[in-house]
């Protein structure tokens, strides 16, 4: 299936701005759908956006407005264009992707997607 990784993490003052990136070692074109998940330190593991490849986007209240996930073929890599950060956006980033199910009643899956990136962490600082 090949590997997610993402990368663009770094340390940023409030109210700036991050592009995360996912490359997906494989064809990312099989993926039927792509997200991203953040886990701050303490707290679980939350979905924040998915896109399917219907072009299907979501966006959790608290990122809308301020987020954009968006999808390169030619790239093979899905993006996280991250604006006006605050201090509750400090967390580990994870790119995951599933290749079936992503147009059934239950997706995503509560239990998270089939492919997992290994994590970069944004730090916001005031």
């Known amino acids: 299936q090949g590997d997610l990784a993402e990368s663009g993490g770094r340390s940023v003052e409030s109210g700036g701005s991050l592009k995360l990136s996912c490359l997906d070692s494989g064809y990312i074109w099989e993926n039927c759908g792509m997200g991203w998940y953040r886990q701050a330190p303490g707290k679980e593991r939350e979905l924040i956006s998915f896109r399917k490849s219907n072009d299907q986007t979501m966006y959790i209240p608290s990122v809308k407005g301020r987020f954009s996930i968006s999808v390169s073929n030619p790239d093979n890599s899905l993006y996280l264009q991250m604006n006006n950060l605050s201090i509750d956006d400090t967390a580990t980033y994870y790119c995951?992707?599933?290749?079936?199910?992503?147009?059934?009643?239950?997706?995503?899956?509560?239990?998270?997607?089939?492919?997992w990136g290994k994590g970069t962490q944004v730090t916001v600082f005031a």
């Open positions: 995951a992707a599933d290749r079936q199910g992503c147009y059934g009643p239950s997706w995503p899956p509560a239990s998270g997607m089939s492919r």
